[in-house]
């Protein structure tokens, strides 16, 4: 029998649970397919594991550093217990019956499609009206020669895991690669991290990448820039992981920061007029439309893979859908890499602003010169603010900021550039002293325009 629905989500992560929601809300019938839990990568292995155990490193970061309290520790029972909790123990009964009792016909299971408006999962024959495609990335792990006799784990294993390793090594020199040293290294772990590259953020401003490779250092992991690792090999109860320099590491774990790939591959896009991208990625236009009643939401558009970014394009393409389309906008959408201290950025960095041949000028604050908060925060201050500004139109058009807190006081970056609020008013502007927020009108003071 085929059911029919008026648009099948294909994939329930944070992208497809926004938009989802948005149009059962509207009063459409929706199809939820899900292959493994509804929530995706971000509830189970992404987002919520890695913040919920990095708040107690931040916590304890805090009390290290604040005058007059002392005696903190971590306890990676109870940290890893309330990380099992946040991540549901894996389950997701609760949203599948949330998502039925609110009149989406939910189907467990991998959908493939085979024509226009046709889908196929779980047994099911479904047609829809709409197709949504949310069917995010996989973690990338390269062909290593030796991997099958070492212990390799994605950030599956790593932010599910129930006992810690002793000695790990991180291969790779981006989000995943800075979050997981941060939270292992102050859990105790002897971490390595090999980079392949020569800066860690690359697509970050080059003094962000300098500022989070000191404190990681400071917190005890071991930086290795321009190392790659050519083979991997047992002895004993270690994995070896022998290095292009002519060395050799022993350690009992090796997590793969390397990347991700979209989930595009089986999924019957050329059927319906799909184009993918040289990488795989679903093109899309601006209201997140691939093909005729085709929508692609999240990361599998490869545009920001972030799940902000996945629950706007749910949003984006849930009203176009509906009939009240808008154009989606990504300037200013903050960057956060949750260190210890936090990195943050919005807008371009000066290489982006270079390659569209801006005219641009820049300042760098350091908080603890400028600003009363870092102080009345912590002993031995850490912060610092970047601005990059267009002299053409006199706005702002990029911010950095590595400091505590600086996921919270980024915004105010972000929405002045997606606004393109004139330099004039920023610096007229009045924040709440003292505050992080306060470096905005220092920062600005000094840029010279
Ligand atoms: C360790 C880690 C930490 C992260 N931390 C953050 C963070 O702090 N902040 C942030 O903004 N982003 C973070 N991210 C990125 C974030 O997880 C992703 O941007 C987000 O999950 C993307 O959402 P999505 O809905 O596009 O895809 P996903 O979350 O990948 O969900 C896609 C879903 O589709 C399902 N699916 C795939 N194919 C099919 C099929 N054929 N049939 C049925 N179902 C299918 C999958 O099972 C999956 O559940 C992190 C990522 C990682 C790996
Ligand atoms: N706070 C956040 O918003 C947050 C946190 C974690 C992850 N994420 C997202 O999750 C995704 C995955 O993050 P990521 O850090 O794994 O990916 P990434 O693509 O950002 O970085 C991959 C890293 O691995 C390295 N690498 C790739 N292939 C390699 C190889 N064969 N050998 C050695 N090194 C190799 C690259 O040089 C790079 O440093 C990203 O899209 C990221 O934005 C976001």
New binding site residues.
């Given amino acids: 029998m085929t059911e029919h629905v008026d648009v099948a989500v294909i994939g329930m992560g944070p992208g497809g649970e926004v938009a989802a929601s948005r149009l059962i809300k509207a009063g459409k019938k929706v199809a939820a397919i899900e292959q493994e839990l509804i929530g995706g990568e971000c509830a189970y292995w ?2 919520i594991p ?1 913040k919920t155990l990095l708040r107690p490193v931040e916590a304890l970061t805090e009390v290290d550093r604040a005058a007059g309290v002392s005696g903190a520790e971590l306890n990676w029972a109870e940290a890893s217990n309330y990380r099992d909790y946040m991540i549901r123990n894996l389950d997701d009964t609760g949203q599948i019956d949330g998502y039925s009792k609110q009149g989406a016909l939910v189907v467990k299971g991998t959908a493939r499609i085979t024509g226009p408006g046709r889908i196929e999962a779980d047994g099911r024959e479904l047609t829809a009206d709409h197709i949504i495609i949310a069917t995010g ?1 996989e ?2 792990v ?1 062909n290593l020669d030796g991997i099958e006799n070492i212990t390799a784990w994605t ?1 599956r294993e790593t932010y599910t895991a129930t006992t810690l390793p002793k000695r790990v090594a991180i ?9 997981t040293a941060t939270f292992l290294t102050r859990f105790g772990v002897h971490v390595i991290l ?4 020569q800066r ?1 953020l ?2 970050e401003e080059p003094r962000a990448s300098e500022l989070v490779t000191r404190y990681l250092q400071e917190a005890g992991v071991d930086i290795r820039l321009g190392a ?2 050519l083979r991997g090999h047992r002895d004993g109860n270690s994995s070896v992981l022998d290095l292009d320099d002519g060395t050799a590491i022993n350690i009992d774990v090796v997590i793969f ?4 790939t979209p989930r595009t591959q089986n999924l019957g896009l050329d059927t319906i007029g799909v184009t993918l991208d040289d990488r795989g990625y679903v093109k899309v236009d601006n209201h997140c439309k691939a093909a005729e009643n085709v929508w692609a939401i999240g ?1 599998v558009t490869g545009v920001m ?3 902000h970014v996945a629950k706007y394009q749910g949003r984006i393409a849930a009203d176009s859908l509906l009939g009240k389309p808008h154009p989606a906008t990504y300037e200013g959408i903050p ?4 260190g210890d201290p936090e990195i943050a950025a919005a807008g371009r960095t000066q290489k982006q602003a270079n390659v569209q041949g801006l005219t641009t000028v820049s300042t760098e604050l350091d908080l603890a010169k400028a600003i009363a908060r870092p102080w009345t925060y912590e002993q031995n201050p850490r912060g610092h603010l970047g601005l990059l500004a267009d002299t053409g139109s006199k706005t702002l058009i990029g911010a950095w900021a590595v400091g505590p807190m600086a996921a919270e006081w980024i915004h105010h970056a972000s929405l002045a550039i997606r606004t393109k609020i004139p330099i004039e008013t920023l610096r007229d502007q009045v924040a709440q002293f003292p505050t992080y927020n306060e470096a905005y009108q220092a920062a600005l003071e000094h840029l010279k325009i």
């Fill in positions: 992404g987002c890695s990335t973690a990338v390269p950030n291969i790779g020199g981006s989000a995943v690669a800075v979050e090999l980079h392949r590259g860690l690359e697509r790659t690792a920061a390397t990347g991700r990361d893979p972030f799940t960057r956060v890499v949750f």
